[in-house]
């Protein structure tokens, strides 16, 4: 949905859409990535260009995503709640983040223990990654 604060108006921009579960604006304000927690996957939806108003997959995630960000370098950090097979196989250790790059390649993995399931995984300009959870009372930080 968009929102047009001068006239308190509110345009559906794309409809159908699975379980939509967070956004972030490409570096180059030309488009949007969501993700889409059900089927694992990142959506590409343009708001400027020759390809405004459209919308195409991105990536496809190894797990189900809860919030995406701008990762400060052109591509988006991707908290993975759960791995899509991870019930199947019992690890102990599963992907906790994945980075995603400007034409939807993974670049990075981030693994830890079964028991932390993060909703937001944020990279600053001090290097370091915030993963919080919805599930834990602090905010855990990773240097890189």
Excluded at 33 to 55: F, H, Q
Excluded at 112 to 140: F, Q
């Amino acid at each position: 949905m968009k929102y047009y604060p001068r006239t308190n108006q509110v345009t559906v921009l794309q409809s159908g859409v699975t379980y939509p579960n967070g956004i972030a604006i490409s570096a180059d304000r030309t488009h949007l990535i969501v993700a889409l927690t059900g089927p694992c996957k990142l959506m590409r939806y343009w708001i400027r260009g020759p390809e405004a108003n459209t919308s195409e997959p991105f990536a496809d995630l190894p797990g189900y995503p809860d919030n995406v960000r701008p990762d400060g370098k052109g591509g988006y950090w991707v908290a993975l709640h759960r791995e899509k097979f991870e019930l199947l196989f019992g690890l102990d250790r599963h992907l906790l983040a994945i980075r995603i790059g400007t034409e939807g390649e993974k670049l990075q993995e981030m693994k830890g223990p079964k028991n932390v399931r993060p909703t937001e995984a944020v990279e600053r300009d001090d290097g370091k990654i915030y993963l919080g959870s919805v599930e834990l009372s602090y905010v855990g930080i990773v240097s890189t």
